[in-house]
């Protein structure tokens, strides 16, 4: 397990343990440094978060986020809301920040600052995704002081690049052996209630504790 598991509660990383094993495999194009790992620590402060004025911008036509879990719980809804905002933005070029309200406040510099990083570096690459994204197979493993823990698969296997300035799309994001992964996270209520992602780590669907996900 990565080393920001040891921020997690006992019983929290006891499930995580049993959720998923190995390294974090980075999801960038071209084999960038970001990698999948995000874990909460106790906000000091709550950082606020203000909704956009306007409506957030259409993902492309050419693109497709899908979310598909085996549970109906608010925490697993809560983290497809999640999913599918925080892929808007990487397909936007972060012109949509809604994801930044389902990340809780407090996280360490691999948790809030993770998911825009990602954001961040397709559009410094000058990239954005095309294709399918599939996040599927969701449903809660496990709970322990009012936080849950939801395991599932993810697939970029029908995900490609397709370059901002040129147009030329490949396909070689979708084609590597991390492309298809299982996926870990843990949820947490925030100041109103609702759900929030505080933990979030990934290994490849090669690894035998994510043969599932194959």
Not at 78 to 97: L, M, P, R, S
Not at 187 to 205: C, T
């Amino acid at each position: 397990m990565t080393q920001h598991l040891r921020l997690l509660p006992a019983a929290i990383l006891v499930l995580a343990t049993a959720a998923c094993g190995g390294a974090p495999e980075t999801f960038r194009p071209q084999g960038a440094v970001a990698t999948r790992a995000a874990a909460a620590t106790p906000p000091a402060t709550a950082p606020q978060v203000s909704e956009p004025a306007s409506p957030p911008p259409a993902v492309p036509g050419d693109f497709r986020i899908v979310y598909r879990p085996t549970g109906g719980t608010a925490a697993v809804r809560a983290f497809g809301e999640f999913w599918k905002a925080w892929w808007t933005a990487v397909a936007t070029q972060g012109q949509d920040t809604r994801y930044r309200n389902y990340v809780a406040p407090g996280t360490t510099p691999q948790g809030t600052g993770f998911f825009t990083e990602v954001v961040d570096g397709w559009a410094r690459d000058g990239l954005r995704p095309t294709g399918v994204i599939t996040a599927h197979r969701f449903r809660v493993f496990g709970s322990s002081g009012g936080r849950v823990l939801l395991v599932g698969c993810g697939d970029e296997t029908r995900t490609g690049t397709k370059d901002l300035k040129t147009g030329a799309v490949s396909w070689s994001f979708g084609k590597q052996k991390s492309s298809r992964y299982k996926i870990r996270v843990v949820m947490a209520r925030g100041a109103d209630g609702g759900w929030q992602v505080a933990g979030y780590s990934s290994v490849p669907a090669a690894d035998p504790m994510a043969r599932e996900c194959r």
